[in-house]
């Protein structure tokens, strides 16, 4: 099969090593990639933005299936773009990917079908949202409609923080239009889960679940990132815990947009948080996580491809998905000052001694070699028997990559070790 895979960061990475695995692929492509990628698939310098240069790429090359792997070309509907030209496209389709897409829309689906999550209300008008927000209980947490890069979430312990937040979103507009609309949430407090399913209209298949560390420092510190860092499986949360998320959340959002006529097809992520009340809602993503996917889909023994393809044949529920036993810690090398400005083009060695799993999410080549052009520039996965063993392994690996800036947190699973 000759497969095209849309996107150019850590997730894309994982997904081309997850499909190069199968002897069915006979050439892959990445649009763009990264220099990481490139060794893997051969990478075609057009943006996941331009729809009409994939599909004519995608054409020419006769290529057999394209998986799409960022939000926002998923939120534009490339899906629909690339079906409307004949293509087999692995991914929802605009109307679907909508739950991840608008955070207001996502919010409204769950109370309108009784899934749990946190009490909310939503707003476009910022003088109704900011009256709103000073009678709320704090910490109170404020959220951008739209795609924000993982970023247009802000915990506000303060009523000062708060009312900087909301005039950051709706006034000054720090994200874009995707902050026109903004949902004011109450604050969960308990453990967070990832829960990643292979979904098809209603037929839901989990993966393992995971966790990921989305704060930049240390003890959950710092501002939001994209991740610095997951592991999975999570031995701390009761395997009963992680069914009655999947019963009460997960089949009843593929059931409820099944009913909305926006069936969804393609990787479902449910963010969680387990309450003292049970498992509750944080947020949906309408493709695999960033980092989550470095650490779930070495641990899936089965090959992606023939999951992707069963899911577009209808034959997702009869497919035999299996798990390694094992576990992986994905820690995530990080640019000097991300989550905000950082320089890019910086040499990064070392990678040569490395033994462990490297996937490139921020990189590029520069006169022969590697540099760093991202915030987040490289995920290095450990795997083990157990979740301390990938951990070592991870970090012991993690620390034989040098460039300058280096920054990474040093807590990534600790939770579990507990």
């Known amino acids: 099969m000759r497969i095209l895979v849309i996107g150019r960061g850590g997730r894309e990475h994982v997904i081309v090593w997850s499909l190069n695995r199968s002897q069915r692929v006979s050439q892959l492509y990445c649009a763009p990639g990264n220099a990481g990628i490139a060794q893997l698939a051969e990478c075609v310098p057009i943006a996941e933005s331009e729809f009409d240069k994939l599909a004519e790429f995608a054409l020419q090359e006769k290529i057999d299936l394209v998986?799409?792997?960022?939000?926002?070309?998923?939120?534009?509907?490339?899906?629909?773009?690339?079906?409307?030209?004949?293509?087999?496209?692995?991914?929802p389709r605009k109307n679907?990917?909508?739950?991840e897409g608008s955070k207001v829309?996502?919010?409204?689906?769950?109370?309108?079908?009784?899934?749990?999550?946190?009490?909310?209300?939503?707003?476009?008008d910022y003088e109704q949202a900011l009256a709103y927000l000073r009678a709320q209980k704090l910490p109170i947490v404020v959220k951008a409609d739209g795609l924000a890069a993982g970023k247009g979430v802000i915990i506000a312990n303060t009523l000062e923080e708060a009312e900087q937040a909301l005039q950051d979103i709706m006034v000054s507009k720090v994200f874009g239009e995707s902050g026109s609309r903004v949902v004011i949430e109450e604050f969960l407090s308990g453990q967070e889960m990832s829960i990643?399913?292979?979904?098809?209209?209603?037929?839901v298949r989990p993966m393992i679940p995971s966790q990921d560390h989305k704060r930049a420092y240390d003890g959950d510190k710092g501002l939001n990132t994209g991740g610095m860092g997951t592991y999975s499986p999570v031995p701390h949360i009761a395997d009963s815990i992680v069914q009655e998320a999947i019963e009460t959340i997960i089949k009843p959002t593929a059931k409820a947009m099944v009913a909305e006529g926006r069936p969804f097809r393609g990787v479902l992520f449910a963010g969680l948080m387990i309450t003292d009340e049970g498992p509750k809602t944080i947020e949906f993503n309408a493709r695999f996580g960033d980092p989550e996917a470095q650490v779930v889909l070495p641990l899936l023994q089965t090959?992606?491809?023939?999951?992707?393809?069963?899911?577009?044949?209808?034959?997702?529920?009869?497919?035999?998905i299996q798990w390694s036993d094992g576990a992986a810690v994905c820690v995530i090398l990080a640019s000097g000052g991300y989550p905000g400005s950082y320089a890019k083009g910086l040499a990064i060695e070392?990678?040569?001694?490395?033994?462990a799993l490297v996937f490139h999410a921020g990189t590029a080549e520069q006169d022969g070699k590697l540099v760093t052009n991202g915030g987040r520039v490289l995920g290095v996965v450990g795997q083990g028997q157990t979740i301390a063993e990938a951990r070592e392994k991870a970090y012991a690996q993690a620390d034989r990559i040098h460039f300058e800036g280096k920054h990474y947190r040093t807590d990534i699973a600790n939770k579990a070790l507990v």
């Open 105 to 124: 829309f996502t919010k409204h689906l769950l109370r309108k079908y009784n899934i749990p999550t946190a009490a909310y209300e939503a707003f476009d």
């Open 96 to 99: 679907a990917a909508e739950i």
């Open 67 to 91: 998986f799409v792997g960022p939000d926002d070309p998923l939120a534009d509907g490339i899906v629909d773009h690339l079906e409307s030209k004949g293509l087999k496209v692995y991914g």
């Open 196 to 203: 990643l399913s292979f979904v098809d209209g209603e037929v």
């Open 303 to 320: 090959e992606l491809l023939d999951i992707v393809e069963a899911s577009l044949d209808g034959r997702l529920a009869d497919v035999d």
């Open 350 to 355: 070392g990678l040569e001694q490395v033994d």
